[in-house]
């Protein structure tokens, strides 16, 4: 048996590693399949040898009988709450208080964005994950390690040397933006429930007393400080945080210590203004005394720390009032309520219009006309009305509120509606008959990562569809200088510009074109499968059902799309005519040997000067290159442009050529 004792050490080994580039680096070392194959055959070997199964295999991570309830567990130490700065004043105040305190004329500071979302307490015992508590009081918690465990960026043992014989390891449980947009999405679909935001959704995830729910969570971890601790440490927090790093725990990536309080500041500042470009919420920044020593003798004050402060970015959630309701048609049909505002500074903007998303969202609000709401803003996710506050207060708001009408016909067109089954989206069946939705139609088209018609914004496109000058996609390319000239404001040279443009656009790919038709599910990717997949229109076109679900990233509800759209008689019509107009790509070569690139995985991250990510990307893909979202030993080069950061890092260790957008420039042009 010490053959399968061996095998199961190293697939375990293997597993971490690989879940650890994936969840830490954000970079894959192997693919999918091959991380699911050892999962299995460890699977195998502790089925067949159920005395070698540890609670810390990775197998373990989900358990299979749900809880009655949670066990209460006492703090060994006390998890102290934060003390909050709201202003730059209060942050001076306090570094002064540190200061006079310590009898020093200056400190450093370690600076870490405050995630908004769940804090825990983890205890490893031997380096093994061995219990999970919510912060609850401060004092004791509930015991969720059944939930934890499941959490894929938690190590269930520790990696390394030196690891203490108890270690006790606190941080946030938080659910990226991305993750939460698409389970609210889901549950919207689907007509359930919705989270307000995602330190609730959070926060109700680590609370489901069965964890394989939470196992299909987008929970992720980040550790912040240690609690009880035997064995032996650095002296400074950031050092101990890069110690934890070390051993396999997740820390911020954004930490950095510095000196001085005005460094604070200018840290808080920049911060600030990325807040939005980060994948998750945070509410702040924290700053803390990095030396252990002066925390020590700074102590703390009944339940914060006084070496610690929280200073608090403007507020995500704030009360305005509901104006009004109007429905919108968008491309698809779907009729949408969007919220009209009482003006209000949310996180840094002045909102004045929130989506409702449907009518079963309105429903599950209770929301009326005039109520007082909580309004949301978060990213660049379009701003959500998540509660509404009862008016105890103000009877004349009671008075005038009243219940949002959905419309019974397309407020556009007048035409009927139509929820299909299961769906909680209610559309506009008139299809391009509809103006509102040939609008978006032809918006859509037109936009950048489409068909990039470039001066055809969305106010042109209004006019040209009133003044019906355009109907349908392929009426765009028969636009003259004589019937734009009945447009307002559209001078002989802005005419030429746009004519020219038009002109210009027929010269594209095909993945474009599959996407600037705007079938539904269809996004840029689905329609570079395709493209891919396919390599001409025509084989789209002849393909069946099963057929189109043998592409990556076609499931049957696309597929189902897919061939909807290709079976209208009138969508092949506009395809003919479109053709007609003189639209046309360049062959697809289906031998990927093709082009001085061939052969080569590119990564391009950070932000470039010249083109944006996407472009830069098919220019390397025009050259035979593949291109792809993480770097992996499978990297041949990486593109680093301004701001990029793990993806550098990890080519660095990987030692993977890396080049600055002047290199690529150069390489574009040469090749
Ligand atoms: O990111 C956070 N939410 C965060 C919370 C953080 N980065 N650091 C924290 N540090 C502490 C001390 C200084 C007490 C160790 C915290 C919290 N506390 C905290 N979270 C919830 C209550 C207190």
Redesign the pocket.
């Known amino acids: 048996m010490t053959a399968e004792v061996e095998e199961i050490a190293a697939l375990r080994d293997r597993l971490q590693t690989w879940s650890a580039a994936y969840f830490e680096q954000d970079s894959p070392l192997v693919p999918d399949a091959d991380y699911d194959a050892a999962m299995r055959r460890l699977e195998e070997l502790e089925a067949r040898y159920p005395k070698l199964r540890t609670s810390d295999s990775p197998t373990q991570r989900v358990g299979s009988t749900p809880l009655n309830a949670f066990d209460t567990v006492a703090h060994r130490m006390p998890?102290?709450?934060?003390d909050n700065a709201f202003s730059g004043e209060e942050l001076v105040d306090f570094d002064r208080r540190v200061l006079d305190r310590l009898g020093q004329s200056a400190t450093d500071y370690c600076c870490?964005?405050?995630?908004d979302g769940v804090?825990v307490s983890l205890i490893y015992r031997h380096g093994v994950l061995v219990q999970a508590a919510t912060?609850g009081d401060g004092a004791s918690g509930e015991d969720v390690t059944a939930n934890v465990k499941t959490i894929r960026n938690v190590p269930l043992s520790l990696q390394g040397t030196q690891v203490p014989s108890y270690l006790e390891v606190?941080g946030?449980v938080v659910i990226p933006r991305a993750g939460f947009e698409k389970l609210n999405a889901r549950a919207r679909a689907g007509g359930q429930k919705v989270f307000v935001n995602p330190r609730n959704a959070a926060a109700g995830s680590l609370r489901q007393l069965d964890s394989r729910i939470t196992s299909k969570r987008p929970l992720v971890f980040t550790a912040?400080?240690v609690g009880v601790v035997e064995g032996d440490l650095p002296d400074f927090h950031d050092a101990t945080l890069h110690q934890l790093h070390d051993w396999g725990l997740p820390i911020s990536e954004h930490m950095k210590t510095v000196t001085g309080i005005h460094a604070c500041e200018s840290y808080y500042e920049s911060l600030a203004k990325r807040r939005d470009d980060l994948p998750f919420d945070i509410d702040g920044i924290?700053f803390?005394v990095n030396g252990l020593a002066e925390q020590q003798r700074l102590g703390f004050v009944s339940r914060a720390?006084r070496w610690?402060i929280a200073r608090k970015f403007p507020a995500q959630e704030v009360t305005t009032r509901l104006l009004d309701v109007d429905f919108q048609v968008g491309r698809t049909g779907a009729i949408t309520p969007v919220a009209r505002l009482e003006p209000v500074f949310v996180a840094g903007v002045t909102v004045s219009n929130a989506t409702l998303h449907n009518a079963d969202e309105i429903h599950r609000l209770g929301v009326r006309i005039g109520d007082s709401v909580i309004v949301r803003r978060a990213g660049d996710v379009i701003p959500q009305i998540v509660s509404v506050l009862p008016d105890s207060d103000s009877g004349a708001a009671q008075r005038v509120a009243h219940d949002i009408i959905f419309p019974s016909r397309c407020p556009d067109c007048g035409g009927p509606l139509e929820r299909e089954d299961g769906e909680a989206v209610i559309r506009c069946v008139g299809g391009m008959t509809c103006r509102a939705q040939s609008k978006g139609v032809i918006k859509h088209f037109a936009s950048r990562k489409a068909m990039d018609i470039d001066g055809l914004g969305d106010k042109l496109i209004d006019q040209l569809v009133d003044e019906g000058l355009v109907g349908s996609l392929e009426e765009l390319f028969h636009l003259n200088q004589q019937s734009l000239s009945s447009l307002d404001r559209m001078g002989v040279k802005s005419s030429a510009n746009l004519l020219r443009a038009i002109e210009q656009a027929k010269d594209t790919t095909l993945p474009r074109f599959i996407y600037a038709l705007g079938i539904r599910e269809v996004g840029e990717a689905t329609a570079r499968a395709l493209a891919e997949h396919f390599l001409t229109l025509e084989a789209i076109l002849r393909a069946d059902g099963e057929i189109l679900e043998g592409v990556d990233d076609v499931g049957p509800v696309v597929a189902q799309h897919i061939l909807r759209f290709t079976a209208d008689k009138g969508n092949c019509g506009v395809l003919e005519k479109l053709l007609d107009a003189g639209v046309r790509w360049p062959e697809i070569s289906a031998a990927s040997g093709d082009g001085p690139l061939a052969g080569t995985t590119w990564v391009v991250t950070g932000k470039l000067d010249s083109m944006g990510r996407s472009d830069a990307e098919a220019r390397l893909r025009a050259l035979g290159a593949k291109t792809a979202n993480s770097v992996s030993s499978q990297t041949t080069s990486v593109v680093a442009g301004v701001g990029a950061g793990s993806k550098r890092k990890k080519a660095e260790a990987l030692g993977i050529a890396i080049l600055d957008e002047t290199a690529l420039l150069e390489l574009l042009e040469e090749t």
Do not use: C, D, F, T
């Open positions: 998890m102290l709450s934060l870490e964005p405050k995630l804090a912060r606190r946030e912040y400080a924290v803390k720390p610690a």
